[in-house]
C-alpha cells in the first residue's frame, strides 16, 4: 500500500513538473497536466489530514478547465490572452483579502478538525486560489506569489512528510524566478510589437 502511494506521489510530482515548464512557455498543454496531477493530490492531501489542501486540488482541476479554454480561446479576438500586468492597488487588495480568510478558515479548522498547521494549511490554499486565476489570466506576477506560496508549503510538505512533494516545490521556487523573467520580458515584447504596429 505505502509502495502504490509513493508511486502515485511521485506521478503527481511528475506532472506538476511538467506543468510548470509549459507554463512557463505559455504552453496550454501544461492544463492537462495541471488537471490530472492534482486529481491525484485530491486523495493524497486528503490522506494526511490537510484537508485545505485536498480541497484546494478539487478546484484547481476547474481551474485547469478554465485556464485551458483562457488559453486557447479567451481575450477580445477569441485567440488566447496575452500576457497582462495588475496595478498597486489590485495586488494590496489580494493581499489583504488572503491574510483574513487564511485567519478565518485556519480559526475554524482549529476548532472543528483534526487538521494538521490550520493556518499555513489555509494562506497556502487561499492564495493558491487567487495566483491560480493570475495564471489562467496571464498576469505576469503570479510568479512573485508562487514564490512565497512555495517557501510556505515546502514546510507545511516536510511536516506531513510528503518528501517528494516538498522537493518538487523545492524546484519549483527556483523555476518561478525564471518564470517570472520569461514573463516579464515576454510581456515587454509582447508591448513593443503591439507599438509598432498600431496606427499612428
Not at 503527481?12 to 510548470?20: E, G, T
Not at 491560480?132 to 506560496?149: D, F, H, P
Request: with cysteine; charged share 10%; glycine share 4%.
Amino acid at each position: 500500500m505505502m509502495f502504490a502511494w509513493l508511486n502515485l506521489e511521485s506521478l503527481a510530482v511528475a506532472l506538476s513538473i511538467a506543468y510548470l515548464v509549459l507554463a512557463m512557455k505559455e504552453n496550454s498543454l501544461c492544463w492537462y497536466c495541471a488537471f490530472f496531477s492534482t486529481a491525484i493530490y485530491v486523495w493524497i492531501f486528503g490522506d494526511v489530514s490537510l484537508y485545505m489542501e485536498s480541497a484546494l486540488n478539487v478546484y484547481y482541476m476547474a481551474m485547469a478547465v478554465y485556464g485551458w479554454y483562457q488559453w486557447q480561446r479567451g481575450g477580445t479576438v477569441k485567440q488566447g490572452l496575452p500576457l497582462c500586468r495588475w496595478t498597486a492597488q489590485q495586488h494590496l487588495c489580494v493581499v489583504v483579502l488572503t491574510l483574513s480568510t487564511s485567519l478565518i478558515s485556519g480559526y475554524f479548522l482549529t476548532v472543528t478538525t483534526d487538521a494538521k498547521l490550520p493556518y499555513l494549511d489555509s494562506f497556502t490554499t487561499w492564495a493558491s486560489i487567487v495566483t491560480t486565476l493570475m495564471v489562467a489570466r496571464k498576469v505576469v506576477e503570479n510568479w512573485l506569489y508562487w514564490m512565497v506560496i512555495n517557501s510556505v508549503s515546502i514546510y507545511l510538505f516536510i511536516d506531513r512528510e510528503l518528501y517528494q512533494t516538498a522537493a518538487m516545490l523545492t524546484l519549483y521556487l527556483g523555476l518561478s524566478v525564471v518564470g517570472y523573467i520569461a514573463w516579464r520580458n515576454s510581456y515587454f515584447e509582447q508591448n513593443a510589437a503591439t507599438a509598432t504596429t498600431d496606427p499612428i
